[in-house]
């Protein structure tokens, strides 16, 4: 039998890491199933299990003895054998599979980053995980043709289960584990006589034999531990709302971080004639939704109007599970930060073809400009079409559908007034142009933008992106840059309202600009450093979508407070931005809080792109594209905010966005604007209103 072991002479993979292989499920992107104590005891019974054949440990059905404490040089497998060798009694396999049950999520996070080191897995936003393709042997032979270590892991079990192959100690242990957590027959397909082999190897090996039988005696106990001691979930009365004091700045994540404060990470608040909201908020609560919510949550249920509005069902957002994860991984090269880095001279034709006109005392409204802005960007470069004319009842359309569909704030009748009609006519006019601009002839010479990703999909998979949501998606491209925009306009805000701060983004602006055009090279996550750390720290501040909306579809414990199926629940993953313990004084504008020495945007408080699988798609393509328009209009002008103006106002619902009615004044022109000629790939441009 050949086991697996890399070309870096860092040796065999170890029994845990093809337990976790084993369990990954390569149509959802993430891994088999298992109850969260079950999964715990398997991981720790295979790390005991790896020590055991490492000869630090021995183990019999009575006892676990330790008889080399020399550690391994593992971090997942030596905290174990410490705290083994250092308890002075001696206990049997499953005392210390329940002893050590709470160490798994640690030796689970580590198996994975090895995995990924050795780039067995690819990790992906949203906790996805895909194979990696990379060279492997297995004790100096080549492994078959094209196997990917996971697919080596199974089909060596295979071999054993359905070929009766003679199995080794480790694949007893492994196939024993598995078959404990009932998960062979989700990798296999089983037959009676394969059932029959399995009760026979798992009775092969006593190592595994006493650690498998340690975890299914484990197993048994916690499956009445559900809902027991349940704590009541603490119901917050209207006028503790209304009196917040955060209230009126409009900021959702300001106004729940308080509450929670006040009434734990999981709280309801009833407002008459609506169903009760329940709020869950904090870093803890990320950290299960991030990891769990998958298992417990879903997202389509709450966005089933919306998608009726626009004649789809099974939006991106709306899906959940493998066709999430598939149509996830088909769009993720439409929506990368590297897709806008080969169209850097587009983007600065735009941004400089928009400003261009511009004189010094426009008044220009910050909303406004950075929307026009944005899209004169995005549209010719994710759409290969102009949308400035159409673009404004395009968002007003899609934001009265969000407010009254999705987030409810407003009666369902808005969405059908003569204005709002009229409105909806340019999601048809958009798609006409961008199927128009989509023939095998007019995309001849043009760099791919998702539009051409999405009619991929569409022809290739017409099953997961039918004809009937095309008109959705084919103007879902330019929706979603609403809130690109927005986070645009706080941060242009903030910027110009903070001199120090102003100071050292134009001193970086300049030193990009002045001598040519920037680089894609010069972009990257360190620099220009002021800039990135400053658009963390606006994210932080003012997070554009601050809630997740959610279904409970299994019953979930959360941080002591059970949730029923058929709950709705309203993720506020950004309130965590305002706690103190997770953000001190978490009210000032800080952007040292991302030197390398501090790095708190690491903290599963740090929420500002969503948790989980449906964490933003285009993060990475926002904050490029953020910077760039940041460092372009600091270098060429010198903006200020009309100081007969109101202080900034927040508009909440349907997303964080600032008030209308905040102007920027054009205070000097620093640089000349030199358009030059268009980039070859750009089609001529519908010229752009000028703002006064």
Known sequence: MRHLTVDTNLGQLSLPEELIL??????????????????????????????????????????????DRTETGDPALDPLLIEIADDPSVHNAQFWVERLAAQAESIIDLTLARLVELEILQHHDGDYWSLGRRAWRSEGHVSPDGDTAAQFVKSRIARVILDEEIPEPRDVIIISLANT?????????????????????CKMDLIGRSISQAVAETLVAPLVRRGGLARTIPSVPLHKLLLNRQLRSGNLAAIIAGLAEEYGPVFQIRIPSREPMTCLAGPEVNRWAHRYGRMYLTAGDYLRDFEEVYGAHGILPALDGAHHYRFRKAM?????????????????????????????????????????????????????????????????????????HVVKVLPKWLLRTPSMRRKAGAIDELVNRVQRTHTRTQRVGRPRDMVDDLLSLHSNDPQLLPET???????????????????????????????????????????????????????????????????????????????????????????????????????????????????????????DRYLPDRQEDLSPGYAPYGLGTHTCLGSRWAELQIAVNLLMLTHHFRLSTDPAGPRLQINPFPSLSPGKKLKLVIAEQRNEIRLGDAPDSLAPAVGCPVLH
């Not at 957590?181 to 190897?201: H, N, P, T, W, Y």
């Not at 330019?478 to 903030?494: T, W």
Request: hydrophobic share 45%; glycine share 6%.
């Open 181 to 201: 957590c009932d998960v062979l027959r989700l990798v296999f397909q089983l037959d009676e006589l394969s059932e029959r082999r399995i009760e026979l190897i």
């Open 332 to 404: 993720s090269p439409a929506y990368s930060r590297k897709r806008l880095e080969g169209q850097l001279d587009t983007l600065f034709h735009q941004a400089r073809s928009f400003m261009d006109g511009w004189t010094v005392g426009d008044r220009l409204p910050l909303a406004e400009m950075c929307r026009q802005l944005t899209y004169t960007e995005l549209s010719p470069i994710a759409a290969g079409v102009e949308s400035q004319d159409i673009i404004g009842d395009l968002i007003a359309y899609k934001e009265r559908a969000l407010a009254t």
């Open 22 to 67: 084993l369990l990954l499920n390569e149509e959802s992107g993430y891994f088999r199933q298992v109850p969260g104590w079950n999964l715990n005891c398997a991981v720790v019974g295979a790390a005991l299990a790896e020590l055991s054949l490492l000869g630090r440990i021995d183990t019999d059905l009575t006892s676990l003895i330790v008889l």
């Open 469 to 591: 949501n095309l008109r959705f998606f084919l103007s879902a491209p330019l929706l979603v840059g609403i809130y690109l925009a927005d986070a645009l306009a706080f941060a242009v805000h903030a910027m110009v309202t903070q001199p120090e701060i102003y100071g050292r983004i134009q001193n970086e602006a300049d030193a990009m600009f002045d001598h040519g055009e920037p680089t894609a090279a010069d972009f990257t996550d360190d620099m220009p450093d002021v800039t990135n750390r400053f658009i963390k720290e606006v994210l932080r501040v003012y997070p554009v979508v601050p809630v997740s909306m959610r279904k409970v579809s299994n019953t979930a414990v959360v941080e002591g407070y059970e949730l029923p199926v058929g709950t709705h629940v309203y993720i506020a993953q950004s309130a965590s931005h305002y706690m103190n313990d997770v953000f001190p004084e978490p009210e000032r504008f800080d952007i």
